[in-house]
């Protein structure tokens, strides 16, 4: 028999130290985390503490210094199609339309035109960008960018997706449709979502479980089951606790490092 | 747009702004300080403070003589598409041999380190000197002619095409490079999706810059005793004293430059048209 519980990704007591100006800089200090296929899991945590780090080595972009980052129980040795990476600066090509953006991925990796024509799209419309699927990134509002951007892995056959603060730099209406929008197409198809945030809202009303992490070293300091029933209500009271339950552990570690 | 047939249509055109009169603005504009050279040009002439230059009027007449011929009917009459020609045949020549040099060796210099550090050096250290100092040496290696106005075309334009594929290639957004490798696009075949389009602004500024230094240099090189291009006549003009032939040979170089520049921001605009701050 397989084994059953694999999970898609999987950190093992990993460690990441940057050479900076002679200094060591700990990024992450032995972090272990797993994540099941289909899981939506945030990871929030103070400026500095590695959250870019882990999803970049999860992407394949950073190695770790110690321990070992698997997909499929596979080391992640290189950046490949089925873990998408959507940035929060969105990293379009300006040179390309939005249609050629999200056909991308597709053509690169040599799929025939028709099936690549309609792959794309398909995602065009999911995303809701059919009217503007001839525009140039810089024609777009920052929302559409980063639908392109998202519309870009899915087109790709990404397993997983990497968020790397997403809508940090969208206005408050624009990032709640997003939400909503990333939440629908998670639920629909079998995505597995790692999303990194500023946000503690915006990690709970997403998340299967949310992971807090802490700075000076980067660690991870605990994993957050949200067990709150979709569509989740930022208004209600459930949802507040969770949040000063989440508030108190991401700011306990600032009264520590005063002391 | 049709002309206004009706009264009434009439008046709204008379009112609101139209289509032709929005486009006419920048013409008149631009025609302004032309416009008030040629005034002054013609009162000083006019007015004899200078008798050293002829008059617009004259110059008119000169133009048109050494244009289509049939006025003066001298040496020059009927020879300005031949000097023209002769003068564009080295400058789209020179530029083309230069951006089939300088284009390859940007891309090789910004995209390997190898190239860099052995080329790079020695091209920083050419390019101060100016392309008009390199006119005796040029002389020396190539004769008195065409083959020298040739070099120094082809010096003039290398420069400003190399160093500016350079900056395009090594400038490259290194987040676009994280983009496309999590798309599935690596190693060489990043070159041709990510590298090129991205550095595509910067090369067609430097073939711009490029061919308006041709357009500059290519006087200077058909000094050095040529017997056709415009360059050659400004120089004969000089000699003979006839100045009226040296302003006709410059306002050709201008005018011709001017249509050459324009045609390449054309293509450019073109090209770019997904570049929000490339347009000329
Ligand atoms: N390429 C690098 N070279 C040197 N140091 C780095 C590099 N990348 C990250 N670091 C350091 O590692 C630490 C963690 O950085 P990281 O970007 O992962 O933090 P973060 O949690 O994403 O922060 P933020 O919320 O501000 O984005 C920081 O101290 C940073 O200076
Ligand atoms: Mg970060």
Redesign the pocket.
């Known amino acids: 028999m397989a084994e059953p519980t694999l999970p898609i990704i999987e950190i093992r007591n990993v460690t990441?130290t940057?050479?900076?100006q002679g200094q060591t800089?700990h990024?992450?200090k032995d972090a272990s985390l797993s994540i099941r296929k289909g899981e939506f899991v945030t990871l929030i945590?103070?400026?500095?503490?590695?959250?870019?780090?882990?999803?970049?080595i999860i992407a394949g972009f950073?190695k770790p210094s110690e321990g070992e980052a698997l997909m499929w129980g596979k080391p992640i040795s290189e950046p490949e199609p089925q873990r998408g990476m959507v940035f929060q600066d969105y990293a379009l090509f300006p040179w390309l339309s939005v249609r050629d953006n999200i056909a991308f991925g597709p053509t690169s990796r040599g799929v025939p035109k028709a099936q690549a024509r309609d792959t794309v799209e398909r995602f065009v419309d999911m995303v809701g960008l059919g009217r503007f699927a001839d525009a140039y990134p810089h024609q777009l509002s920052g929302g559409m960018r980063q639908r392109v951007a998202i519309a870009r892995v899915l087109a790709n056959d990404a397993e997983v997706v990497l968020m790397?603060?997403p809508f940090g730099a969208l206005d408050a209406m624009t990032r709640e449709r997003l939400q909503e929008e990333l939440l629908d197409i998670w639920a629909r198809t079998n995505l597995t979502v790692v999303f990194?945030t500023?946000a503690i809202e915006e990690a709970i009303f997403l998340a299967d479980r949310v992971v807090v992490?802490t700075?000076g070293p980067?660690r991870i300091e605990s994993d957050n089951p949200m067990a709150l029933a979709r569509p989740r209500d930022i208004a209600s009271p459930e949802f507040n606790d969770i949040r000063r339950a989440l508030s108190g552990k991401l700011h306990s570690h600032h009264g520590k490092k005063a002391a | 747009m049709a002309l206004a047939d009706t009264p009434q249509q009439r008046l709204a055109d008379m009112r609101a702004p139209s289509p032709w009169l929005a486009r006419l603005k920048p013409i008149g504009l631009a025609l302004i300080v032309p416009g008030l050279l040629l005034i002054f040009w013609h009162v000083a002439t006019a007015r004899r403070w200078t008798r050293l230059i002829p008059t617009p009027y004259e110059t008119a007449e000169y133009m048109v003589d050494f244009v289509f011929g049939g006025i003066y009917n001298d040496a020059f009459s009927a020879t300005a598409h031949i000097h023209l020609l002769a003068s564009m045949s080295r400058v789209y020549g020179g530029f083309g041999l230069a951006m089939l040099a300088a284009l390859p060796l940007g891309l090789l210099i910004g995209r390997i380190p190898l190239a860099r550090l052995t080329l790079d050096p020695f091209f920083q250290l050419m390019r101060p000197i100016p392309v008009t100092a390199w006119l005796p040496l040029s002389m020396i290696l190539f004769g008195l002619g065409a083959r020298s106005a040739f070099a120094l075309v082809f010096l003039g334009a290398f420069f400003p095409i190399l160093l500016n594929t350079i900056f395009g290639v090594k400038n490259v957004d290194p987040k676009l490079f994280e983009a496309a490798s999590m798309l599935g696009c690596k190693g060489n075949a990043q070159f041709f999706r990510v590298v090129l389009p991205a550095a595509l602004p910067s090369i067609f500024t430097g073939l711009r810059l490029g061919l308006g230094l041709a357009w500059f240099v290519i006087v200077v090189g058909e000094m050095t005793g040529v017997p056709q291009g415009l360059g050659a006549v400004i120089m004969d003009g000089r000699t003979l004293s006839r100045t009226e032939l040296v302003i006709c040979g410059m306002i050709i170089i201008g005018v011709a430059g001017f249509i050459s520049d324009r045609i390449v921001v054309a293509i450019g605009n073109r090209l770019l048209r997904w570049s929000p701050n490339h347009h000329g």
């Open positions: 990441k940057f050479q900076l800089i990024a992450l945590g103070a400026s500095g503490c590695g959250k870019s780090t882990l999803l970049r950073e790397d603060e990194v500023h992490m700075p980067g």
